[in-house]
């Protein structure tokens, strides 16, 4: 094949070990061209394609990450992952670690780890490297990888337990759970949310968000009952849709422009989380961006109106 036809055929394995290390499309995708040109400004042919493409990209989106890292600091409010929809990388061998590692939950546990850590983890436990190739792609020895992985499963250990629900199950309950949204049903919503459930909303300070997470079943409840008809009232569209590999939906405006993603966390019958992303910047991959401020004025002087 030629360097291009080598390329295209593990650009998805390629984008999806990016995304993971760094929890952005658009930086993924850069991390991946950036690769691209390596590669073809390459003199030398790589014996492996495969290993040399996946070691330009882990490397650098370690680069990416350790920059990013310093921004995400600043951040306002809580920092989700951009929204991922589909993941173009399949392997039935490791269908569960990919589906797993690729969920908001996993990707914020995975926050917790050190850039080295996050790539060794998630190149050995996810996507099934030798150590010998992971030892290659990080530039570190065997020995060393070996316990970058050690600390990297203690501090995902020490998080919470992973959304191992059955898809059936989780889809099930999802259908539910948007079914009562729909009808602002507050009793239906709480008795499928978890005692202990959070709702936290991601705008970074460029859409309208939450001041503060909000916690128990009841409160969740109540604010996601009130909410929902508000928007319906000013024709915004629920579409459910996987994502990150979770039951979740896109709201639209009356245009169809995305105007949030909502990802729900299920884990024994029970909904954990509820995490909302506005932010424009992390939505744009998705299509056309509506202007949130907009639609909550209009919500604002709907609600003026009738009462």
Known sequence: MSKVEEFEELRPLLFSIAY???????????????????????????????????????RVSIDVLRSARVRREAYVGPWFPEPLLNDPYQDPARSAELADSVSTAA?????????LERAVFLLREVFGFGFDETAAAVE????????????????????????????????????RFFEALKDGDVDG???????????????????????????????????LATVLPRLLQVEVTLEQHEVNGQPG?????REGRILQTMALD???GRVQAVRA????DKLGHLGPVADAWAVDREMRQARRRTR
């Open 266 to 268: 299920v884990l024994d």
């Open 277 to 280: 992303v506005s932010n424009p």
């Open 249 to 253: 939906a896109i709201f639209r405006d």
């Open 189 to 223: 919503l709480q008795r499928l949310l978890a005692a202990d459930v959070q709702l936290v909303g991601d705008g970074g300070g460029r859409a309208p968000q939450l001041a503060r997470a909000v916690t128990g079943a009841q409160n969740v409840a109540r604010l």
């Open 140 to 175: 570190r020895s065997e020995a060393a990888c070996r316990q970058l992985l050690v600390r990297a499963r203690r501090h995902m250990a020490a998080g919470r337990p992973r959304f191992a629900a059955d898809r059936q199950e989780r889809q099930e309950l999802a259908a």
């Open 20 to 58: 993971r290390v760094l929890g952005s499309v658009s930086e993924a995708e850069d991390a991946v061209q950036e690769t691209w040109l390596r590669f073809d400004g390459s003199a030398t042919r790589p014996v492996s394609a495969r290993a040399f493409l996946s070691a330009t990209v882990t």
């Open 107 to 115: 990707l914020l546990l995975l926050e917790r780890l050190s850039p």
